[in-house]
């Protein structure tokens, strides 16, 4: 099922989410509705606080961004919790299925280490590097009630202000379901 998508200025992407147990209702449910979701949208990752839930929550996909790709870059990451991020500092354009229409520039560390549940409840401890450290920040973030335009400078931010008021007015409408 197509759920629709929090947009910009929602209260709750600005709040901080919770952990949720094995016993979460219908979790497995939930999970393959937010990959429908996030397909339906062409996005490549998707974080809970996005379709309404203040859970720690998200998942990525990645695969038809990299080629040759022989890893696996379909994740869900359950109570996830990035241990540090370190590294070279990268500045990469960024937009969010619940910014549409805005691509910026966002400079994050380029290693992260992260630990994390999977769908079946098995843990993960993981260092994760180059795009998918980058793609899980993001999500990581959304989780904390932080946006990618929170990352930018006063500047840039008076900048995309304008473009920001049209979107938490409806007037910036994506071509997939929002809320
Ligand atoms: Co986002």
Redesign the pocket.
């Known amino acids: 099922m197509i759920l629709p998508i929090l947009i910009y200025n929602n209260p709750i992407l600005r709040k901080k989410s919770i952990n949720i147990t094995s016993s979460y209702p219908k979790l497995d449910n939930l999970i393959s509705n937010m990959f429908e979701t996030m397909y339906n949208a062409n996005g490549i ?1 998707l ?1 809970a606080p ?1 379709i309404g839930l203040n859970i720690r929550l998200f998942i990525i996909d990645l695969v038809s961004y990299i080629q040759n790709n022989k890893i696996l870059l379909k994740k869900v990451f359950i109570n996830p919790k990035i241990i540090h991020n370190y590294g070279e500092v990268m500045n990469l354009k960024e937009g ?4 549409p229409n805005i691509l910026e520039y966002v400079k994050r560390k380029s290693h992260i280490l992260i630990e994390y549940y999977n769908e079946n409840w098995n843990k993960h401890i993981e260092i994760l590097n180059s795009f998918e450290a980058r793609v899980i920040q ?2 990581y973030d ?1 989780i904390e009630g932080k ?2 335009i929170d990352h930018l400078s006063f500047m840039k931010r008076e900048l995309i202000m304008k473009k920001l008021i049209s979107i938490s007015k409806g007037e910036i409408t994506p071509n997939y379901p929002t809320h």
């Open positions: 990752g974080a996005q969010c299925l619940s910014i993001h999500e959304h946006l990618f």
